[in-house]
């Protein structure tokens, strides 16, 4: 072998090594295009959405009446997991869930799998241990922890957290949060690439709502409605209380009601705040309208009307009293009373007639809405005038042929109980720290002095001897009974029984109204004095024990003409002095005391129930007309 032919070969073995690794860097330069870089090349985009929390809704007191719940939603590409069994081991810890029921959801051979629809278990670590293969979607859930307390004020939400009713709808743009999102980019294995020049929007919370609710009042409210919906056999029960002086809604309650958690297990009527939406006719409630307008027509205090037990109206109707009265009233025993006859007689053109008192009852809030919080909100029945038919003039100073919420009444009270004010009931405090929009000013409906005497008128009709009395408070109510409009027919069965009263009288600061629906009378349950009265009085006096409120330190007097109504004020020197023999009132009853008192000029302050058994003043004595004299009823037995 020559010298020559070894070069050349050395030459041909150089060359074909040159050209395979020219081959293998090309080969490699090559698969670092096509495959690494790819791999770590972004293959795009992602936009991910990134949901934000449903405001709550929350008592004037700061107590939750919602949340939000958190649920996952897991499920895995099971092709991507190479050691099934560490996997559902780990998830398994995680969830609580045994191991066993997720292999028996793998067997249907599919690639995407479910594992879990609802869980409150956070199993995020694990998506970073297997990111391509484990998929955890986050969702949240609308409760209602007081379940069934709130359920026709703030409603409910839609699978998708969008207000269905109540406030929940009212306020759904405010509450619904804003979604953010969050962008990423991520390589050929799916692994999510870090770069600061993506921009991601964050996501915002909705609004919080307080209301101008106390939770204490609504338990207590509601409590009471239904023993008492269950003691006289009705089909249902309404309550509030107002703040008289602002508006403000302190318990709103429907009986019954349902759970918001659960809506689809109860019926659609249940849902509606029938306080709000339902109209009822007032009955006697509504018989301040004749007096606020007798009043505003100068109609004096101390006029009188003659009653009898029977009015034949034109031949039409006979309209009578429910017991028996004397044979003349003042405006202001007319509606101590309620006389029906009486206030037909104050309603009459010679004092009133039918433009004026329709004129103030339209005033008063009747025949239009409220303005509260609810879409669904009547403006009522009012008619005017020129519609009224022959009988319209004694049904609807009664409170008849006229249709109104319990709202309407109990802000037309309101308006008396603050000298004169009518404003709009608000339930929203606040939204966030902005304090609710919705408050508005108030109306001038009647004189301040006018206001003044129909309290006092309402204050005597609640004495001891009323169901709605509470010791050591001065109270102002009426009650009401309306026959209930059945299939356009007035039943003789079936009874709205009212009351609606405020304290204390003299600077009122809670207004209570209470409507018990469907009393049956067979029960002899369906007067309002009987049935809506007596939840009043337990309502109140639960209440009263909680609240930051005093009694007021003057002491309790029981007018005995209703004719000083208005003149209460008026110093001893402005009045002719006159003077009267106090009776022997031992061994007599409450009632009969009460009118011997009256018919005196005397002024009565009677504790006890029963018989009296002792009084301040002896028999005989000379003393001045409106003396107080106090006296001591005892039960024999």
Partial sequence: MTKNY??????????????????????????????????????????????????????????????????????IHSKKIINKDNFLNELSACTGTEKELYLAKLNGGRDYVELEKKTNKNCEKLQIKYPNALIIKKSFKRYYPEENLFSQIIGFTSIDDKGISGLELKY??????????????????????????????????????????????????????????????????????????????LAMVNVPDYNPNSPN?????????????????????????????????????????????????????KIRDTKPMKARLTMAETLKHSSNIGIINFADPKYVGNVKLYEKAKELGFGRKTGFDSSSEPSGMLRHPDKWTLSSMHSIPLGYEVSTTPLQIAMAYAAIADRGWLKKPFIVKKINENYNLNKIGRVKVIDPNHAKDITD????????????????????????????????????????????????????????????????????????????????????????????????????VLLSSETEVGKKNKSKEEKEIKYVIMPNCIGKNVRE????????????????????AGQSIPPGEKIEIGTICLLKAELKE
């Fill in 457 to 556: 008128m309402l204050e005597l009709a609640v004495n001891e001897e009323h169901n709605a009395y509470i010791k050591d408070w001065h109270v102002a109510g009426k009650t009401g009974t309306s026959k209930k409009l059945i299939n356009n027919q007035y039943s003789d069965k079936e009874f709205i029984s009212s009351f609606v009263g405020f304290l204390p009288a003299e600077d009122p600061q809670l207004l209570c109204m209470i409507v018990i629906d469907g009393a049956d009378a067979s029960q002899k349950m369906h007067y309002g004095h009987e049935s809506a009265a007596p939840v009043f009085k337990s309502v109140m006096e639960r209440v009263l024990s909680i609240a930051n409120l005093s009694p007021d330190p003057r002491n309790r």
């Fill in 172 to 249: 759904n743009n405010e509450l619904e949060p804003i979604s953010g999102s969050r962008h990423s980019k991520r390589n050929g294995l799916g692994k999510r690439i870090s770069d600061p020049t993506l921009l991601s929007k964050e996501a915002k919370n909705g609004a919080d709502i307080i209301l101008t609710i106390d939770k204490r009042y609504q338990a207590i409210l509601r409590d009471e409605l239904i023993q008492q919906v269950e003691n006289v056999g009705a089909h249902a029960g309404r309550g509030l209380i107002i703040n008289p002086k602002n508006g403000a809604i």
């Fill in 593 to 612: 005391t009460s009118n011997i008192l009256k018919q005196a000029g005397i002024k009565a302050q009677i504790s006890g129930r029963g018989l009296i």
């Fill in 265 to 317: 297990d109860f019926d659609v009527e249940l849902q509606k705040n029938k306080i709000v939406t339902d109209l009822i006719e007032p009955g006697s409630t509504f018989k301040i309208v004749t007096v606020a307008a007798a009043l505003k027509e100068n109609v004096s205090l101390e006029e009188t009307t003659y009653v009898d037990t029977v009015l034949n109206f034109h031949g039409i109707k």
């Fill in 6 to 75: 070894i070069k050349f070969k050395n030459r041909i073995i150089f060359i074909h090594i040159a050209i395979m690794l020219t081959w293998v860097g090309f080969g490699f330069r090559l698969f670092n295009i096509q495959i690494i870089n790819k791999l770590n090349s972004p293959q795009g985009i992602k936009v991910e959405t990134v949901k934000g929390l449903r405001g709550n809704f929350f008592d004037i007191n700061g107590r939750n009446l919602t949340q939000n719940l958190t649920f996952y939603r897991i499920g």
